[in-house]
């Protein structure tokens, strides 16, 4: 079973920025689909980004296209998600999955394990 260890968020005014962590333990990364998805306060989860198994492809909710990029690092086990110019309505606490799935999914449904979640708060 795989183990998913988010770290990284934190208080960020609005402009600023941040870097997620999420290291996987009990399996090998290169073996799943790396989301991000991340849920505010009386709201629905939601999708932010995703990224295969091999970096060819990366995927982003509109909302955060050319502020946050996802990465992973499969000999450290590691995704990453960096945040920049970050808004009071990124605010969320930001959760990592994996998948074993081909491509990539925007579907809580289409990820296995999760982690815990690191909170985010942008202030304005």
């Known amino acids: 079973q795989v183990r998913l260890v988010e770290s990284g968020g934190g208080l960020v005014q609005a402009g600023g920025s941040l870097r997620l962590s999420c290291v996987a333990s009990?399996?090998?990364?290169?073996?799943?689909?790396m989301g991000w998805f991340r849920q505010a306060p009386g709201k629905e989860r939601e999708f932010v980004a995703a990224i295969t198994r091999g970096s060819f492809r990366t995927d982003y909710r509109d909302s955060v296209k050319g502020r946050f990029t996802t990465s992973r690092d499969n000999a450290k086990n590691t995704v990453y998600l960096q945040m920049n110019s970050l808004k009071p309505e990124d605010t969320a606490t930001y959760y990592c999955?994996?998948?074993?799935?081909?491509?990539?999914?925007?579907?809580?449904?289409?990820?296995?394990?999760w982690g815990q979640g690191t909170q985010v708060t942008v202030s304005s």
């Open positions: 999955a994996s998948s074993t799935g081909l491509v990539i999914r925007t579907t809580q449904r289409a990820y296995d394990y």
């Open positions: 009990g399996g090998t990364l290169s073996s799943y689909v």
